[in-house]
């Protein structure tokens, strides 16, 4: 017998968790059949029937650190003062964020500095 997989399910897989529980098969015979843990056959089954959709939900992410304000002033005041080094725009502007967060705001409105 293979080991139990974990990690995500796929849509065949969920539609198989459906069906078989539309035959009455039992969470555990399931796991067994598709080599996933019982408890990951149950919490999806669960979900679908509060649901009524096999389809997972997206998740929020982390929010993030740098607004849209803080990005418009580093912007302005590399605008301003062109030659100044990023490290000294960093410390200026928002030095409560790292300077790979401050790279990447430079680079979502195209300034490579």
Request: proline share 5%.
């Amino acid at each position: 017998m293979p080991p139990q997989m974990t990690g995500y399910l796929t849509e065949f897989e969920k539609g198989q968790i459906v069906a078989l529980r539309k035959n009455e098969i039992s969470f555990s015979e399931s796991g067994e059949l598709l080599h996933h843990p019982n408890s990951t056959v149950q919490t999806f089954h669960n979900r679908f029937q509060m649901r009524g959709d096999a389809n997972t939900l997206p998740t929020p992410g982390r929010s993030k650190i740098i607004t849209a304000r803080t990005c418009y002033s580093l912007v302005r005041e590399f605008k301003k003062a062109r030659y100044q080094t990023l490290s000294e725009l960093h410390n200026d502007v928002a030095p409560h964020v790292s300077l790979d967060t401050v790279k990447r705001a430079f680079a979502s409105v195209n300034i490579r500095k």
